[in-house]
Nanobody, 111 residues
Framework: QVRLVESGGGLVQSGGSLRLSCAAS????????MGWYRQAPGKQRELVAAITSGGTTNYADSVKGRFTISRDNAKNTVYLQMNSLKPEDTAVYYCNGRSFWGQGTQVTVSS
């Protein structure tokens, strides 16, 4: 069993930055592909960024060049650095690994 707990969301002005963290319990974290997803009101949940156990990353086109996903296997934590935030980035952001999901953290970007 793996438990994922996100933190770092909040309210920020357009152009600002936030850093999300996802702390995982359990010994299998270092072997897991980890991802950040988001869901805006009335929209489907979408993949924002993912990172393999070896550090290979993948990003949605809408966040390329603005967001950076990283992980610290020693701390069982994955991060999402979000820069140049836009109002359309407003959503609940979820951490995912295999079939496990965090509770989500709200990110609101004001114009």
């Amino acid at each position: 069993q793996v438990r994922l707990v996100e933190s770092g969301g909040g309210l920020v002005q357009s152009g600002g930055s936030l850093r999300l963290s996802c702390a995982a319990s359990g010994d299998i974290f270092s072997f897991m592909i980890m991802g950040w997803y988001r869901q805006a009101p009335g929209k489907q949940r979408e993949l924002v960024a993912a990172i393999t156990s070896g550090g290979t990353t993948n990003y949605a086109d809408s966040v390329k060049g603005r967001f950076t996903i990283s992980r610290d296997n020693a701390k069982n934590t994955v991060y999402l650095q979000m820069n140049s935030l836009k109002p359309e980035d407003t959503a609940v952001y979820y951490c995912n690994g295999r079939s496990f999901w965090g509770q989500g953290t709200q990110v609101t970007v004001s114009s």
